[in-house]
Structure formats: C-alpha cells, structure tokens
C-alpha cells in the first residue's frame, strides 16, 4: 500500500508540470463528481473553477485571495499536490538568486509553493515561459522551457 502511495505522489508530481503543457481543458460537467466534491470540501470559497484533465489526474485552478491555486486530484477525488501563488519574499534563500543569475533581465516572475499528498514542499518560480523547480531548501531541481519541452537539470549544467 505504501509503495503504492508513493508512486501516486510520484505521478501526481509529474502530471502536475505535464499539465502546464499537456492538459485538456473541460467543462465541470465533465468531472467526476468525488472530484468536484472534494475541491469544494477544501476551498469552499472557490468559485470560476477552470478544468483540465491528464492521464486521469484533475487539476482545479482557481484564484483565493486574489492569488492563483491549483488542486491536482486523482479519479476518486484523492487530492495529490497543491499549488499556491506566494510572494517571492516567501521563496527560500538562494532561489531569487539562482533565477537572476540563469536568467538576467526579466522582471516579471511568478513564485508557487506547491505541496505533495505527504506535506513534502517544492517551490515554481515562472519567468518568461521558463519554469524553475526548487526543493524545500531552495536548491534547484529543474527547468522545463513552455515553448518546446525542454527539462533542464542541475546534472545537465555541467
């Protein structure tokens, strides 16, 4: 069972960044109804939702507090990550740093902290079609260019 939840957190986390690319929008009477449920179960204040479905994974997206929130559910409404707009003062030591640094000149950035089934935390900071991945302590993990797919890793830097 164990085994078993981990390689959903690990899919859910995949189809999570998949969804930024590959996501098929839907109208809400399209979605399962454990996972429409369990959205409004979370944030009942939720409203304009948009749907998009992936290899059978929902994502939610919806503004709380005039700050955007997605919900990546599994079929049966088994929430799998949240993602969470947050202030770049939020963002780990070093994270501001790293994106300056591999990406000079930009000066619109968007910061999310996104959080898996287990409280496990990442953090996304999007800056001109370019998505960076951080750890809890703000190391880097990846990048993925919106344009054409590409993943970057810290391995791949050399």
């Known amino acids: 069972m164990l085994?078993?939840?981990?390689?959903?957190?690990?899919?859910g986390i995949t189809l999570f960044f998949a969804f930024q690319l590959n996501a098929q929008?839907?109208?809400?009477r399209e979605v399962p109804s454990?996972?429409?449920?369990?959205v409004a179960k979370l944030y009942p204040q939720a409203t304009k939702i948009s749907w998009e479905e992936e290899d059978g994974f929902y994502e939610a997206s919806f503004l709380t507090d005039e700050k955007e929130t997605s919900l990546i559910l599994s079929i049966d409404g088994t929430l799998v990550s949240t993602e969470t707009?947050?202030?770049k003062s939020a963002l780990p030591g070093g994270v501001i740093s790293y994106v300056s640094m591999h990406h000079p000149g930009s000066s619109t950035m968007k910061a999310f902290k996104i959080t898996d089934l287990k409280?496990?935390?990442?953090?996304e900071v999007e800056v001109d079609d370019i998505d960076y991945l951080?750890?809890?302590?703000?190391?880097?993990?990846?990048?993925q260019d919106d344009d054409d797919n590409d993943v970057e890793t810290d391995d791949d830097r050399g």
Request: no cysteine; aromatic share 8%; proline share 3%.
């Open 119 to 123: 409280g496990r935390v990442k953090y």
């Open 3 to 11: 085994n078993q939840m981990n390689k959903l957190i690990l899919i």
């Open 25 to 28: 929008a839907l109208k809400e």
């Open 85 to 87: 707009e947050i202030d």
């Open 34 to 38: 454990p996972v429409k449920t369990q």
């Open 134 to 143: 951080f750890d809890h302590k703000g190391v880097f993990l990846s990048q």
